[in-house]
């Protein structure tokens, strides 16, 4: 039991690997918060997690990271472990790419993330620790994806240099970085209908050395090595869970 008495921040818990991860975090004794932008998945989510609590909210408006620390501050005093999960995908081509899908995919996977990790840590004592979602497409360049893959380059740079600010405070922030992992968010790309989603399947599934997707549960196995103890004298690391796709390359 890791987590006995740990006060958990999920930010994106209400479905795909946030909810695995939250769902594990509550078995291994901790005491879950999540928030979603879909109320009827939040419910759910809840719903799973005996003793956990449910927020609404939109990582790209920042007021509403600042809302929700506030209230689980207000009912547990603090946080212990945050798991900043929340993040769009959205496929185009140099040419297609337009301002509004830029600033969308930035807005929620490299500002809001940034600034939910500033709202948060305010709430974290020392000891604490933080994991954050980033992507195997920073570190590959796939067409099409020159958007996604902008945000979550600089996102793991962010964190990185935000790891190194928080060792003062012995907070530790490490990244993990999903491979094709089939979860909701696949089926959620702009532009994307169901045959271009199991041509991109077929695709991956084609070129990652394993020969098969990832499941949310195997990523969320990570994220709580790297929130754990087991992982106290780690920081600053991105951990690629990607059957070898990047690796073996």
């Not at 490490?174 to 992992?181: A, E, L, Q």
Request: aromatic fraction near 4%.
């Amino acid at each position: 039991m890791r987590f006995t008495d740990k006060v958990v921040l999920v930010l994106g818990g209400n479905s795909g690997i946030g909810l695995a991860a939250a769902q594990a975090f509550a078995a291994e004794g901790g005491k879950v918060h999540l928030t979603g932008r879909n109320q009827k998945t939040i419910d759910a989510a809840v719903a799973s997690i005996p003793g956990s609590v449910g927020y609404a909210a939109d990582i790209a408006d920042i007021a509403s990271s600042e809302r929700v620390v506030s209230a689980v501050e207000a009912v547990d005093g603090r946080i212990d472990v945050l798991f900043i999960n929340a993040g769009v995908g959205g496929f185009a081509p140099l040419e297609g790419i337009t301002e509004s899908d830029w600033d969308h995919v930035h807005g929620v996977n490299l500002k809001g993330c940034v600034f939910a990790l500033q709202k948060a840590v305010r709430a974290m004592g020392e000891g604490g620790a933080i994991v954050v979602t980033g992507s195997i497409g920073a570190h590959g360049a796939l067409e099409g994806n020159g958007t996604y893959a902008a945000a979550k380059a600089g996102l793991a740079m962010a964190m990185k240099v935000f790891a190194k600010e928080l060792l003062p405070r012995s907070i530790r922030l490490n990244m993990v970085s999903p491979g094709p992992i089939d979860t909701p968010l696949l089926h959620r790309n702009p532009g994307m209908g169901p045959d271009d989603v199991a041509r991109l399947k077929d695709m991956m599934i084609a070129n990652i050395p394993m020969h098969r997707m990832g499941e949310s549960d195997e990523v969320a196995k990570a994220v709580l090595f790297l929130a754990s103890d087991d992982a106290s004298f780690i920081t600053g690391t991105d951990l690629l869970v990607d059957g070898g796709l990047i690796e073996l390359s």
